[in-house]
């Protein structure tokens, strides 16, 4: 007779392949408590309220886990609280059942907490809390799938606001409410790095709860407060000790209200150039107590900014940019790129199509050797940020957030700048006289003057940028600019009389070479005028690093692009991303060129002399850090959480780290000028 063997599970084996986890529960003391047993072939669990044996299905695990915590961490007694409770609507119990429901001390019919457990997903969980809630009239709302959590307190039928934690059982809901916190008590609490959120979760708990329905421009009020937040965070980082600000602390709503536009003023102020004066919060108190309530946990100045970003990028991309083909740069994308190029102190840079200026910041931080705090730049570091670091884009929010992440690099300066990069004739007089002092100053008088009137030739040293790819530049004015926007003929290279011009052109891609016909199209794609544009902006030697559609690399139609690009500078490298590095917003295929301008001048910092035949470095990335729906995937730690770097930031699990390091070595084995030994 065969031994039968009773089947082991596993918490990681049940939850699996689910929305649910065990993140927010401590291995040692909660976890451990939870025993698993075989009944039939399938793993059970005992109910720590009724005593009751239940199927361990996903969502029960995560049940039994909060009631755990509810009775030992909490002190609430087993009489106070019910599982798969009823919830009246009306006069009448409805068909769904709440699954945690903690009764008033005094009033035991009278729900005073609530718990969704069973819809895993954040935002239908959210949903179906504020309707038991509602019925009910309880006064706290929580939801969570092991890995997430929410807490609401719900003030009136239609607002609710996030608090830092539940009320314990010998603890009123005010005492929670009024709570003050330091801003060391701040990191420690940060839900970003406890709950390992993005900020954008948090904008999306709002629109759900709040912003949809507030009547107002979602961005220019979550950017306001994300402004005031920086500054309190600022504030109080050099003052030790002092208390942060931003948050509710049982004031009245207009009283907090007061306090936020307060701070938003003093913030508006101290970086100068972002919100016109007088401008205000414009959030009504109700709503703006729900706003603060979700942030108030949250610390933003820490690391890069990145967290920041990602909350702009959710805002500005959705609404303004994917229309124009022109996408928040991936940070992970913008890191590679800056560590290839090795921007340095002396060296002047700029992002002709800046979007939120991640190549600036994060060109700045690189240049640093460091990242942001709240204690602010040194006099060194904002003199480099202010002075050598330069943007321009076309879109005015874009414009907005750029300057605001620069103005808190650069301690109150910034060269940040709204026109358009493609048609400089119609630049303004603010953007003009910012850049006339980096204009090429020619020695011919006559070239000289005409240049100071176009600004076309600029020497800049390090240009990085992700141009927009759709839509194609029909306006004349604008081609009639570019040499690119000519139609182009291919000569065989055969065919030509002069054997050395022969030979010579032997080395042109496919053994032939391209010379425009004089006439013009009537069209022509943006990004391939921005690498004419972009060359022009580089002194001689200088290098850029631009996203392209996979096709200019590829078709046939752009084989004189690539040979108009490689008579005028050397082709470094070129990085394939993951289809999936530009979603949810696109799914274009798109690489990274990197170049260097041509300069024979030995004497050069630059150097960079003409070659025919030299190596180029080749890498396709093979891991986006994102997955086919476009959200980021991290790396997991030992504990199965992602893992979290330094600066509180979940670390994106991505290969583009390697293919930097792996250009590095190349580039100091070739010498290149700007990865010279020494």
């Given at each position: 007779?065969?031994?039968?063997?009773?089947?082991?599970?596993?918490?990681?084996?049940?939850?699996?392949?689910?929305?649910?986890?065990?993140?927010?529960?401590?291995?040692?003391?909660?976890?451990a408590?939870?025993?698993?047993?075989?009944?039939?072939?399938?793993?059970?669990?005992?109910?720590?309220?009724?005593?009751?044996?239940?199927?361990?299905?996903?969502?029960?695990?995560?049940?039994?886990?909060?009631?755990?915590?509810?009775?030992?961490?909490?002190?609430?007694?087993?009489?106070?609280?019910?599982?798969?409770?009823g919830?009246?609507?009306?006069?009448?119990?409805?068909?769904?059942?709440?699954?945690?429901?903690i009764?008033?001390k005094?009033?035991?019919?009278?729900?005073?907490?609530?718990?969704?457990?069973?819809?895993?997903?954040?935002?239908?969980?959210?949903?179906?809390?504020?309707?038991?809630?509602?019925?009910?009239?309880?006064?706290?709302?929580?939801?969570?799938?092991?890995?997430?959590?929410?807490i609401?307190?719900?003030?009136?039928?239609?607002?609710?606001?996030?608090?830092?934690?539940?009320?314990?059982?010998?603890?009123?809901?005010?005492?929670?409410?009024?709570?003050?916190?330091?801003?060391?008590?701040?990191?420690?609490?940060?839900?970003?790095?406890?709950?390992?959120?993005?900020?954008?979760?948090?904008?999306?708990?709002?629109?759900?709860?709040?912003?949809?329905?507030?009547?107002?421009?979602?961005?220019?009020?979550v950017?306001?407060?994300?402004?005031?937040?920086?500054?309190?965070?600022?504030?109080?980082?050099?003052?030790?000790?002092?208390?942060?600000?931003?948050?509710?602390?049982?004031?009245?709503?207009?009283?907090?209200?007061?306090?936020?536009?307060?701070?938003?003023?003093?913030?508006?102020?101290?970086?100068?150039?972002?919100?016109l004066?007088?401008?205000n919060?414009?959030?009504?108190?109700?709503?703006?107590?729900?706003?603060?309530?979700?942030?108030?946990?949250?610390?933003?100045?820490?690391?890069?900014?990145?967290?920041?970003?990602?909350?702009?990028?959710?805002?500005?991309?959705?609404?303004?940019k994917?229309?124009?083909?022109?996408?928040?740069?991936?940070?992970?994308?913008?890191?590679?790129?800056?560590?290839?190029?090795?921007?340095?102190?002396?060296?002047?840079?700029?992002?002709t199509?800046?979007?939120?200026?991640?190549?600036?910041?994060?060109?700045?931080?690189?240049?640093?050797?460091?990242?942001?705090?709240?204690?602010?730049?040194?006099?060194?570091?904002?003199?480099?940020?202010?002075?050598?670091?330069?943007?321009?884009?076309?879109d005015?929010?874009?414009?907005?957030?750029?300057?605001?992440?620069?103005?808190?690099?650069g301690?109150?300066?910034?060269?940040?700048?709204?026109?358009?990069?493609?048609?400089?004739?119609?630049?303004?007089?603010?953007?003009?006289?910012?850049?006339?002092?980096?204009?090429?100053?020619?020695?011919?008088?006559a070239?000289?003057?005409?240049?100071?009137?176009?600004?076309?030739?600029?020497?800049?040293?390090?240009?990085?940028?992700?141009?927009?790819?759709?839509?194609?530049?029909?306006?004349?004015?604008?081609?009639?600019?570019?040499?690119l926007?000519?139609?182009?003929?291919?000569?065989?290279?055969?065919?030509?009389?002069?054997?050395?011009?022969?030979?010579?052109?032997?080395?042109?891609?496919?053994?032939?070479?391209y010379?425009?016909?004089?006439?013009?199209?009537?069209?022509?794609?943006?990004?391939?005028?921005?690498?004419?544009r972009?060359?022009?902006?580089?002194?001689?030697?200088?290098?850029?690093?631009?996203?392209?559609?996979?096709?200019?690399?590829?078709?046939?139609?752009?084989?004189?692009?690539?040979?108009?690009?490689?008579?005028?500078?050397?082709?470094?490298?070129?990085?394939?991303l993951?289809?999936?590095t530009?979603?949810?917003?696109?799914?274009?295929?798109?690489?990274?060129?990197?170049?260097?301008?041509?300069?024979?001048?030995?004497?050069?910092?630059?150097?960079?002399?003409?070659?025919?035949?030299?190596?180029?470095?080749?890498?396709?990335?093979?891991?986006?850090?994102?997955?086919?729906?476009?959200?980021?995937?991290?790396?997991?730690?030992?504990?199965?959480?992602?893992?979290i770097?330094?600066?509180g930031?979940?670390?994106?699990?991505?290969?583009?780290?390697?293919?930097?390091?792996?250009?590095?070595?190349?580039?100091?084995?070739?010498?290149?000028?700007?990865?010279?030994?020494?």
């Open positions: 007779m065969a031994d039968k063997t009773t089947p082991i599970y596993t918490l990681i084996d049940i939850l699996k392949s689910t929305d649910y986890a065990l993140d927010i529960f401590d291995p040692e003391k909660e976890i408590a939870l025993e698993l047993f075989d009944k039939k072939g399938k793993p059970y669990l005992r109910d720590f309220v009724d005593g009751k044996e239940r199927p361990a299905k996903p969502e029960e695990i995560v049940r039994q886990l909060f009631l755990y915590r509810l009775i030992h961490t909490y002190g609430y007694p087993t009489a106070r609280i019910a599982v798969e409770k919830v009246y609507f009306g006069s009448s119990v409805g068909d769904k059942r709440a699954d945690i429901v009764s008033e005094d009033h035991p019919n009278t729900a005073y907490i609530i718990v969704e457990v069973k819809k895993p997903k954040r935002r239908d969980g959210l949903e179906q809390l504020k309707s038991y809630c509602n019925a009910e009239g309880a006064p706290i709302a929580v939801w969570t799938n092991g890995g997430e959590i929410v609401l307190h719900r003030e009136d039928p239609n607002i609710y606001r996030s608090i830092s934690d539940l009320p314990h059982a010998n603890q009123t809901l005010a005492e929670v409410i009024n709570e003050r916190v330091t801003l060391q008590e701040l990191e420690k609490r940060n839900k970003l790095v406890v709950e390992r959120l993005s900020l954008r979760d948090v904008i999306l708990d709002l629109e759900n709860l709040v912003l949809a329905n507030a009547g107002v421009d979602q961005f220019e009020e950017f306001k407060l994300i402004y005031a937040k920086l500054y309190d965070e600022a504030q109080a980082k050099r003052r030790p000790g002092k208390v942060v600000d931003f948050r509710a602390a049982g004031e009245t709503r207009q009283e907090l209200y007061d306090k936020i536009n307060r701070l938003f003023h003093a913030a508006r102020e101290k970086w100068q150039g972002v919100f004066p007088g401008e919060i414009d959030l009504t108190p109700d709503h703006l107590a729900v706003c603060v309530s979700f942030l108030q946990d949250i610390k933003l100045f820490n690391s890069n900014l990145q967290v920041i970003d990602e909350a702009f990028e959710y805002l500005v991309t959705q609404v303004y994917g229309a124009k083909g022109q996408y928040f740069t991936p940070r992970h994308v913008i890191d590679m790129s800056v560590k290839m190029l090795n921007p340095k102190w002396e060296e002047y840079m700029i992002d199509a800046a979007g939120s200026c991640g190549f600036t910041v994060h060109t700045i931080f690189h240049v640093w050797g460091g990242e942001m705090t709240a204690d602010g730049p040194t006099k060194d570091q904002a003199e480099y940020a202010s002075e050598m670091v330069y943007g321009i884009d076309f005015a929010r874009s414009v907005k957030v750029a300057k605001a992440l620069n103005l808190i690099a301690d109150g300066k910034t060269n940040v700048y709204r026109a358009n990069t493609l048609d400089p004739r119609n630049w303004s007089d603010e953007i003009r006289v910012a850049l006339r002092r980096r204009l090429v100053q020619f020695e011919n008088r070239d000289a003057e005409w240049n100071k009137e176009n600004f076309r030739y600029f020497n800049f040293d390090v240009l990085m940028t992700n141009p927009p790819f759709a839509g194609d530049i029909v306006d004349s004015k604008i081609l009639y600019q570019y040499e926007a000519k139609k182009w003929k291919a000569i065989d290279v055969e065919a030509l009389a002069d054997p050395e011009e022969r030979q010579e052109q032997a080395s042109a891609i496919a053994n032939k070479r010379e425009n016909t004089g006439s013009w199209q009537t069209k022509q794609s943006r990004d391939v005028l921005f690498i004419e972009n060359l022009e902006f580089l002194c001689p030697g200088g290098r850029m690093a631009i996203v392209l559609p996979q096709g200019r690399f590829n078709n046939i139609s752009d084989a004189h692009v690539r040979s108009w690009i490689s008579e005028r500078a050397r082709i470094l490298a070129v990085v394939g993951h289809g999936n530009f979603k949810p917003h696109t799914g274009t295929k798109t690489s990274v060129l990197f170049l260097q301008k041509w300069n024979d001048d030995p004497n050069s910092k630059h150097y960079c002399p003409q070659l025919k035949d030299y190596p180029i470095f080749f890498a396709t990335s093979e891991n986006s850090g994102k997955d086919n729906s476009g959200e980021y995937v991290y790396k997991p730690g030992v504990d199965g959480k992602p893992m770097d330094d600066h930031h979940m670390i994106i699990d991505h290969d583009l780290n390697e293919i930097a390091s792996a250009f590095v070595d190349f580039a100091k084995k070739q010498k290149f000028s700007f990865w010279r030994e020494g």
